[in-house]
């Protein structure tokens, strides 16, 4: 038998016609509630999020490639 995992919620309030205008549009989708659908967004903006922080340069070693390619000539 499975275990419940306990989830705790938060409340966070958008604007009435953002609700509706995402009710409409998740009708024929595998969202049953604009709670699931706004979940979902969040989830893969904050993977998006993640994945280009880990993508960034750090300020000493893009500082040290500029000077390459200054030397080289290309900036």
């Not at 038998?1 to 609700?19: F, G, H």
Request: zero cysteines; hydrophobic letters at 30%; glycine letters at 2%.
């Amino acid at each position: 038998m499975e275990e419940k995992q306990d989830k705790k919620y938060s409340t966070i309030t958008i604007p009435v016609q953002l609700a509706d205008k995402i009710r409409e549009k998740i009708d024929k989708t595998g969202f049953h509630s604009v709670s699931s659908f706004v979940t979902y967004v969040m989830r893969q903006v904050l993977s998006n999020i993640d994945e280009d922080q880990e993508e960034a340069l750090p300020k000493d070693k893009e500082e040290e490639i500029k000077k390459r390619l200054r030397s080289l000539g290309y900036l």
